[in-house]
């Protein structure tokens, strides 16, 4: 597809829309927004790292649901990662994803300081 799982420019680092996968590349948590969520947020975290930055250094995410009332049990999870960073969030519902076992899909922006 020609996409990168994470792009900075600046100061300013975007993570892609992130699936529930496993490393073996597999839906996890099958039925398990929630759980699916964690997931989604583990990535995000290893990306950010890998870019130089932190989960501290979020400033906004959302949230693509398939079933909008999903949205409390993906709201903990989203609450474990960033109770006391609280980036601006947005939760919508969508159609479907590319997978119909994907329940989540979950996007961030950070802003770090740029070393150049």
Known sequence: MGISRAV???PLL??????????????VAVGDAGAQARRCL??????LESAG??????V????LLTR???????ARAHGEAFRDIRPANTIMQVTRFIDPEWLV???????V???R
């Open 105 to 111: 899909e979950i996007e961030a922006d950070a802003v």
């Open 60 to 63: 906004r995410t959302r949230i």
């Open 68 to 74: 909008i009332e999903d949205w409390e049990a993906v």
């Open 113 to 115: 300081a740029d070393t």
């Open 53 to 58: 930055a932190t989960m501290a250094d979020v």
């Open 14 to 27: 975007v993570v892609s829309g992130t699936a529930p996968l496993g490393p073996d590349g597999r839906t």
């Open 8 to 10: 900075r420019a600046g």
């Open 42 to 47: 583990e990535i995000i975290q290893r990306a």
